[in-house]
């Protein structure tokens, strides 16, 4: 009889144990705002339910009470990955939204909502905004404990910047991307403030961990932008924000987890000089983790500087916004590897939870801070950003100013090669080329693809005119149709 008793009370240990995660849910919570489409009309919800929960929705209405609240229901998260137990995860598009207007809503599966928590629509054209950026965040002694100190730092910057637009973050979210008590703490602490303004962050190395070599608990986690070139979906994506357009690269590419090729990293490169050059904004601004001038000796960041920093330069990036080595680092505008005041790029580096390097290179640093958490608020009015880095108390330990760099712009056969690259240079069949087009131009294979397939018609007599900058209209142009035939060009 004991040992049965015995028996029955180690059955019930161990299905307690594996149908009870520490973190389940009863109730929706952990509410996260992010953009997958334009910022002045849309808002992107997502969420974590209990497990058993197969139906979510956001109600929305300009009215607090949330009296004859529109409600759009939500799909359940894409990119669902193996080892996630952690509750059912959601996601909704709230669309044809107002600009500029406040808005209510809950989220919730028709027993339960949460309480009514309000966002603001962005402008439909302004130049005149600030937003906040994290440096990596991770966890040193206890995942509850150090996610509770960046919330309180994300609530501290929240409530010196209550006009703050969103949120920045550059990646090393968590400490080890497979650990989902790590992403329940992270979302648990975000949760207050980034129900009120979107989340955007890249991924780290140490959202990592996955055969695959994709950061699959990140791309489960949150929704952002779909602009990604095929197969990289959240590891690279873009948006614009006013005047400024933002654009993120995973440079963990670079560190050979994903056994890319070199045809790959080809396109990688292509589909992010297409992104730039596509873009007039005032401000270009690029996210990424590893930094493209590494503080420390980092092959990763140097391969990732190779590939992308003549781009950056090229198409006009004012600021690069990394982490990854644990120190605040501010460095002097850079061209090519070498100080530049008339033209060069500053990279900052941030670094937001309580794992501190104490040292770093400052050779080309204008200000290195070791050992305080920090955030920074980057501040955009027409022609002027700036930049201030704060610690939790709101202390200003950094400031900077900045003029917008110039893009260079792509020429014709410049732009139409970076497309055709960022699809893996399809070859043609069939079709003329450009007479000013010959065999023998870099762009022969680019331009007959793109003629073969109707994306380009030249400028007449069988002419397309390849040296000249090419002008906004002719690019959206190509990009327009360009979609508009889609994958039956590949
Ligand atoms: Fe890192
Ligand atoms: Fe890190």
Known sequence: ??????????????????????????????????????????????????????????????????TDAAEVKATAAPNKSVIDNDGARFTATLSGLTPATTYWYSVGNGDAWTAAQSFTTAEAETDNFSFAFFGDIQVTKTAAE???????????????????????????????????????????????????????????????????????????????????????????????????HVLVVNSWVFSGEQKLTDAQLDALDAWVALDLASSNATWKIVLTHVPLYPVHSDTTGVKARE?????????????????????????????????????????????????????????????????????????????????????????????????????????????????WRSIGSPTATGGDAFSDVPANSPYAAALLWARSVGIVNGVGGNRFDPDSKILPEHMRLILDRYNTIGGAAK
């Open 1 to 66: 009889m004991k040992k049965k008793l015995l028996a029955a009370v180690i059955v019930l240990v161990l299905v307690v144990t594996f149908t009870a995660p520490a973190f389940a849910l009863d109730a929706p919570s952990r509410v996260m705002l992010s953009w997958t489409a334009e910022p002045a009309t849309t808002m992107t919800v997502t969420w974590v339910d209990a497990d058993a929960v197969t139906a979510g929705a956001v109600r929305y209405s300009t009215d607090k009470s949330l």
């Open 146 to 244: 150090d996610f509770a100190a960046w919330g309180k730092l994300a609530e501290a910057a929240y409530a010196k910047n209550p006009g703050l637009a969103f949120a920045l973050q550059a990646g090393d979210i968590v400490e080890s991307g497979i650990n989902t008590e790590h992403w329940s703490e992270f979302l648990n602490a975000a949760t207050p403030v980034f129900s009120k303004i979107p989340f955007l962050p890249t991924n780290g190395n140490h959202e990592s961990n996955f055969l695959s070599g994709k950061p699959e608990l990140y791309r489960d986690t949150f929704t952002l932008p779909t602009n990604a070139p095929e197969g990289f979906s959240e590891e690279f994506y873009s948006f614009d924000y006013g005047n400024a």
């Open 307 to 419: 590939h992308w920093v003549s781009i950056f330069e090229k198409y006009g990036v004012d600021l690069m916004l990394v982490g990854h080595q644990h120190v605040y680092s501010r460095l002097q505008p850079m061209t090519g590897g070498a100080p530049d005041y008339e033209d060069g790029i500053v990279q900052i580096m941030g670094n937001s939870g309580l794992k501190y390097y104490d040292s770093a290179d400052e050779t080309y640093a204008e200000r290195t801070i070791y050992n305080v958490s920090n955030y920074e608020v980057i501040s955009i009015d027409g022609n002027n950003l700036t930049v201030q880095a704060f610690d939790i108390d709101g202390t200003e330990l950094d400031y900077l100013a900045l003029s917008p760099r110039e893009s260079k712009g792509a020429t014709r056969a410049e732009f139409v090669d970076l497309l």
